[in-house]
């Protein structure tokens, strides 16, 4: 099964992204949602796989940046 994480900071961008992108994907696709402003300890591992900016979507160790909600940095 194919697992895919979406980061996101909570704002209106992120949680419209979050809102349409996501019912677009296969259900056979497992969906992790990782809001970054509540689960600060997932920063440092988003920082790690590649992630700029939320929301971003994460397939197979492939990042996708959505839109430009808000850079990593300002989530630190």
């Known amino acids: 099964m194919t697992k ?3 980061y996101h900071a909570g704002c209106p961008v992120c949680v419209s992204a979050e809102e349409t992108l996501l019912q677009y994907l296969s259900p056979d696709v497992e969906i992790e949602v990782i809001h970054l402003g509540e689960q600060p300890d997932h920063v440092a591992e988003a920082e790690r796989i590649g992630v700029k900016s939320v929301p971003a979507l994460v397939i197979d ?5 959505i839109n430009f909600g ?3 940095e300002a989530l630190k």
Do not use: S
Not at 61 to 65: E, S
């Open 4 to 6: 895919a994480r979406f």
């Open 61 to 65: 160790g492939n990042v996708l940046h």
């Open 70 to 72: 808000a850079p990593i």
